[in-house]
């Protein structure tokens, strides 16, 4: 099959590789859609350390090929989407409710970010068939009547925009403040406004994710370039800062902002991939004192988180499909790679279709 390989930083490749075996446990499945994530180029760029070899990619949605032989509930030919987190279920980290850390175990301790497991520590989806592990906790039926571009966002970014809304506690009447407005954070502003924050702030400065931003549930969407974004926001709570902030790009600058526009007692909840140290001003951490939450969420994985995001697509109330503004087939995978890695033509999320 063809394959979407990490070979060196720098390099990522269209190469061959065999179609894989599976386990009791495990489906195959034939990948009819998938997509680029901004961590593939944190991979890409070096920033991210996987081993040479690995096919990437992490957001699945296919046709059930085969199934191991222990496999029950499903039957080969369905629709499904996996998460990009793929829990056991049975681990201690599920069983303490993080599946996203499920799978982290190594020897005798354990490592964070243990559930993603495609394109990270196994083969992932940017290839012709997929080795899905653990598939009855993993597996989700795609719904009838709902297309492959709208559930491709529920793997990974809808699930992390959402839990960045979930994990920073949003209530009815919040302000909150969003920083970055790629699809993460344009997913966060959807679950922000679909948590009952009544005065949603976007920092961004690219026109076209601007107007993306005001159409997921922006009330205001501030252009840093333009001024600056702190003293806005404080304009626009009248002085008293926001409830909750979310740092959706993964930035020491963005980071910094997002903790200066907390109110005392608010919440920043980092959605960010951090390739460099962070600091905490003590003025803005209020030297300790402000009593401030800060709070990292993994992408939520598992059936039934994606049951329940693929509901929320079909219910109308969130529309991701627009997120995808370019199509290529998997034998151009390269070209895509290097549109998206350097953010050219408007884009914000690419649709990979292999059989294409």
């Known amino acids: 099959m063809k394959a979407a390989i990490?070979?060196?930083?720098?390099?990522?490749?269209?190469?061959?590789?065999?179609i894989p075996d599976i386990g009791p446990l495990d489906a195959l499945i034939r990948i009819t859609t998938t997509t680029i994530c901004g961590t593939d180029v944190h991979i890409l760029k070096g920033e991210y350390p996987v081993a040479s070899g690995l096919t990437i990619g992490h957001e699945p949605v296919g046709i059930i090929e085969k199934l191991?032989?222990?496999?029950?509930?499903?039957?080969?030919?369905?629709?499904?989407i996996a998460g990009a987190i793929t829990p056991t279920g049975t681990s201690n980290a599920s069983m303490c409710g993080f599946h996203s850390q499920c799978g982290g175990h190594h020897g005798h301790g354990w490592k964070a970010m243990g559930g993603w497991r495609f394109g990270n520590t196994i083969d992932g989806a940017?290839?012709?068939y997929l080795r899905v592990p653990d598939a009855m906790a993993n597996l989700a039926p795609v719904p009838d009547g709902l297309t492959d571009e709208q559930v491709l966002m529920c793997p990974d970014i809808l699930s992390t925009g959402f839990s960045g809304a979930e994990s920073g506690r949003i209530r009815i009447g919040d302000s909150v403040a969003i920083f970055a407005q790629g699809p993460i954070g344009l997913c966060a502003t959807a679950g922000a406004k679909l948590m009952g924050a009544t005065?949603?702030?976007?920092?961004?400065?690219v026109p076209e994710r601007m107007d993306m931003s005001r159409s997921m549930g922006a009330d205001h969407v501030i252009d840093f370039n333009k001024v600056d974004p702190i003293d806005e926001i404080m304009r626009i709570t009248d002085g008293r800062g926001v409830d909750v902030s979310i740092e959706a790009l993964g930035k020491s600058r963005t980071f910094d902002w997002a903790l200066r526009t907390l109110r005392p007692g608010g919440t920043l909840s980092s959605l960010g991939v951090y390739s460099e140290d962070l600091t905490l001003p003590v003025d803005?951490?209020?030297a300790g004192l402000g009593d401030n939450k800060i709070v990292s969420t993994l992408c939520p994985g598992?059936?039934?988180?994606?049951?329940?995001?693929?509901e929320v697509v079909g219910s109308g109330r969130v529309d991701t499909s627009k997120l995808v503004t370019h199509h290529f087939a998997l034998d151009d995978i390269e070209t895509a790679y290097d549109l998206f890695a350097n953010q050219r033509d408007g884009v914000m999320k690419i649709a990979i279709k292999p059989w294409q």
Not at 6 to 18: A, C, N, V
Not at 302 to 310: A, D, F, P, Q
């Open 284 to 286: 803005a951490f209020s």
């Open 68 to 80: 191991g032989s222990a496999v029950e509930g499903f039957s080969e030919g369905q629709r499904v």
């Open 302 to 310: 598992g059936k039934e988180r994606m049951r329940r995001l693929m």
């Open 126 to 128: 940017q290839a012709e």
């Open 199 to 205: 005065n949603i702030i976007t920092v961004e400065t």
């Open 6 to 18: 990490f070979i060196e930083p720098g390099k990522i490749i269209l190469g061959e590789k065999p």
